[in-house]
């Protein structure tokens, strides 16, 4: 009977995670959507930096994120977890090639094709204004299983492809300093940097460059997360994204991301056709 109260439990977690993922993906998109970091001009022209709505988001997202990481540290909920480096395996660029290399990678398809991994589910509404997505989709698919396929035989002849450095090597932050503070001192530096950015590049102008018809000075304000609302702020909807931290780590559905899912869905195609996969 305990085993199968524990078995109960953790069917009942089980579920909780998947419900928190679904309803965290489901923020994550409505964030995108309201942003308006899923237009595909809009990424582009990040890319060219001429539109400064993503990094608008993402250095929120970032901030927020950190914030939350902190607090979820002094819980004991999620220890702090530094991210090792990943080799190509040449022995170039001091174990970081994967790093760099898969880095040109996405910013080069990011220009090209206006979508990144975590936007292009959330373009799926936008019908003509991202009227090439169901070639990207497919083209991501086909990339994802051919690499599956591939990647044993780069492993065979590259034995020290995708080797992680460790943790002592890859953490940049200086034992005698303190976490929090670090934190706090990178949050400051988001927050001046959101703040120059708006003072340049209003938030509303970046908005109408897309939408031409999006008013730039409304009679009536909105409230920040008006869900009626056209648009929102681009750094109102990166901390709600930040914060999604919490729900994620909370209920152990783990980190919020996208390229799992491409993983997924990849391998459940490639399993229709080679029964090895099955």
Known sequence: RASERASERASGSGVMEHVVSLAAGGLFGLALDKAKTNVPSVVSDQMEMRNMTMLRMFVSASAASTAAMVVLDALGVRKRDVRTSMALGFGKLGGYGGNVLGGLLLG???????????????QLPLGEAAATLPSLVVGGLVGTILYGYAEKHIRACTPNYQKRGTVKESDLVPSNLNYALMSAAYVGVAALLLYAVDQQYPWQSQVAKTMPGYPLASPAPQLPLQLDAVAWDPAVAGIIVGLLQFPMHLTTAGALGMSSAWVLVASNIAALFDRDLA
Not at 115 to 122: E, L, N, R
């Open 108 to 122: 080069a398809g990011m220009f090209l094709t206006g979508s990144c991994p975590g936007t292009a589910w959330a």
